[in-house]
């Protein structure tokens, strides 16, 4: 009976073991999911009430830096289709745009609503078209010689590019260009680069027409610069986050251009991203960003996107919202403009009311 006793107490002993050791493991996988990352959010409660949701014959529009008082969107992989978004009778619908066909032209590109006149940019070529709708002609300039990772309009005959720049000892520089209709370079500026010249600059940037400001801010580092409109550069700011450093690897190969071999930096792995895309809206610079805070929870941080706001006269944090999650669907471009937050999620298009209240930082910055 006694060893009866003492071998079930040995058993209970074992498995209580066993137990706590599985508790601590489950314990410690769960802590180490929830990664602190040193930084909190003030997030608005509820602040977006969705308005209306509209079906798009395709997953590859954007939103065009419209110089007008309206919505543009447009198919960067087919950039002549362009259409506005109409509030009528209380509903939105789109309304396509008529152009006249360009021949030889294989997107992808990108579209600008240029006062009465459309710009069409080939984002391999460099080419630009300027057409006037109704018009069944078009004009053809040159606005460089490289492929264009992204262009801003800052009028209708002046434009930002971001472009590559191949130095002799094969080292590439990302530069950000103002040219003119002819391909004229007006002004240059190369954003301080950190493991490399090149990776650790990638990110995008925005210009908003009522401040004149270029906003470029950086997808592997929380960091942001603003510029005038000759680019010369007025601040840089922080994002709220605490990755002061692109996590980019880099090695330099040999690699076959046309029928040569030559030497390029090459990433040896993915980078890790902190930010997505850029709005900017009545004085309200806004960015969506990719990582959790850490008084934001697990399950919120996965049924939303999250974006911060800042102010762009200083680069001030003003506070932080939620953009909701759809289900098969992932956030490709959000643009808050107004009182209206405009989402386009693959093929649809979401339209948000934003409620803001007395503290309202969407509604104006400090």
């Given at each position: 009976m006694k060893k009866t006793?003492?071998?079930?107490?040995?058993?209970?002993?074992?498995?209580?073991?066993?137990?706590?050791?599985?508790?601590?493991?489950?314990?410690?996988?769960?802590?180490?999911?929830?990664?602190?990352?040193?930084?909190?959010?003030?997030?608005?409660?509820?602040?977006?009430?969705?308005?209306?949701?509209?079906?798009?014959?395709?997953?590859?529009?954007?939103?065009?830096n419209s110089n007008r008082d309206e919505i543009i969107i447009y198919d960067f992989v087919n950039p002549n289709k362009i259409s506005r978004i109409s509030y009528v009778e209380n509903k939105y619908s789109l309304v396509h745009t008529k152009i006249p066909k360009i021949p030889k032209f294989s997107g992808p590109g990108y579209a600008f609503f240029d006062g009465n006149e459309i710009s069409i940019i080939n984002r391999y070529s460099s080419a630009i078209y300027k057409i006037r709708p109704g018009d069944a002609n078009y004009r053809q300039r040159r606005l460089d010689s490289v492929v264009i990772s992204h262009v801003e309009s800052l009028s209708n005959r002046i434009f930002v590019l971001m472009v590559p720049e191949i130095k002799k000892d094969s080292t590439v520089l990302r530069i950000i260009k103002k040219t003119d209709l002819k391909g004229a370079e007006l002004k240059r500026y190369s954003p301080q680069g950190q493991s490399d010249q090149f990776f650790s600059n990638d990110g995008f940037y925005s210009y908003d027409k009522a401040s004149e400001r270029i906003i470029y801010g950086y997808f592997y580092r929380g960091e942001f610069l603003c510029l005038d409109t000759n680019l010369n550069l007025l601040y840089k700011a922080n994002t709220i986050d605490t990755n002061k450093t692109a996590q980019v690897y880099t090695i330099k190969r040999t690699v076959p251009i046309g029928n040569k071999f030559t030497s390029r930096y090459t990433q040896t792995k993915p980078p890790k991203f902190i930010n997505k895309s850029i709005s900017i809206s009545n004085g309200v610079l806004y960015i969506q960003s990719l990582l959790k805070a850490d008084n934001q929870s697990a399950e919120d941080f996965k049924n939303n996107y999250i974006v911060d706001s800042y102010s762009i006269e200083k680069g001030i944090y003003i506070n932080s919202f939620y953009i909701p999650r759809i289900k098969g669907k992932s956030l490709s471009y959000f643009k808050v403009f107004y009182n209206n937050l405009y989402a386009i999620y693959g093929d649809i298009l979401l339209i948000y009311k934003i409620s803001f209240n007395n503290h309202g930082a969407l509604a104006f910055a400090p």
């Open positions: 006793l003492n071998s079930l107490l040995r058993i209970t002993v074992i498995t209580a073991f066993i137990s706590t050791i599985a508790l601590l493991l489950m314990y410690w996988s769960l802590k180490k999911n929830e990664v602190n990352n040193g930084f909190n959010r003030n997030i608005l409660a509820h602040p977006l009430n969705l308005l209306s949701q509209i079906k798009l014959d395709s997953k590859q529009y954007r939103f065009s």
